[in-house]
Nanobody, 121 residues
């Protein structure tokens, strides 16, 4: 069983910053990639950023230059530093981990419960 615990969401004014954290724990053998997605009210969940084991990062065009994804391997934790936040960044942010539960099993997607980010004055 793999658990993902997200934290760091909240209410922030436009132009402000927040840092989200997602800690993975439980039975996971290896992690191939960690990332963030978001879902605004009435919209589909969308990709935000990902960081693969090689260190390569990928960002959605809408957040490039404003958001930074990073990882603490020792803690199996992924972070999303969000700056210059806009009202359109308001959404529930979900952490996703793509990893192997054991050495002899194929990688799976694991999702966190989500954390609310609201950008409003």
């Amino acid at each position: 069983q793999v658990q993902l615990v997200e934290s760091g969401g909240g209410l922030v004014q436009p132009g402000g910053s927040l840092r989200l954290s997602c800690a993975a724990s439980g039975s996971i053998f290896s992690i191939n990639a960690m990332g963030w997605y978001r879902q605004a009210p009435g919209k589909q969940r969308e990709f935000v950023a990902t960081l693969v084991s090689s260190g390569t990062t990928t960002y959605a065009d809408s957040v490039k230059g404003r958001f930074t994804i990073s990882r603490d391997n020792a803690k199996n934790t992924v972070y999303l530093q969000m700056s210059s936040l806009k009202p359109e960044d308001t959404a529930v942010y979900y952490c996703k981990v793509y990893g192997r539960p054991s050495y002899n099993r194929a990688p799976l997607d694991y999702w966190g419960q989500g954390t609310q980010v609201t950008v409003s004055s």
